[in-house]
């Protein structure tokens, strides 16, 4: 067991996806075993979406280019590059990008994001 009270991150774990979606996760439960927190950097393509979800984790959300549309219990709002949001654990929740540009952000989860606990809904 190491000593260190530190770790760096030089290769994230590179989520697997199907539409078109980056996602790099620096810490968490894929990339260093850790459940207390999880760090992801993504990149949305244009006229991206994602099913609805009711996660059990808060979630931060802090984009740097281009602009995402949230849906929160039913209310849109739209974060764009420069901004960012808190999402409460239990909100019902579907994100998106309805743009014609990419969108990158950073997400941080707390407790670590799983998929176990997202809790996505079938479309």
């Known amino acids: 067991m190491s000593d260190k009270k530190y770790i760096k991150q030089t290769n994230p774990f590179r989520v697997p996806t199907t539409d078109g979606k980056l996602i790099e996760e620096h810490f968490g439960h894929a990339a260093t075993r850790t459940g207390a927190f999880s760090v992801a950097h993504m990149v949305a393509p244009p006229r991206w979406s994602e099913p ?26 739209e974060v764009k590059a420069g901004e960012s949001i808190l999402i409460k654990a239990g909100s019902r929740i579907r994100y998106s990008n309805p743009y014609d540009e990419e969108t990158e952000y950073w997400s941080v989860c707390v407790p670590a994001f799983d998929i176990n606990s997202v809790h996505r809904e079938e479309e």
């Open 52 to 77: 609805h979800q009711k996660p059990e984790f808060d979630e931060v959300t802090i984009v740097l280019r281009g602009r995402k549309v949230i849906e929160i219990d039913g209310e849109e709002v």
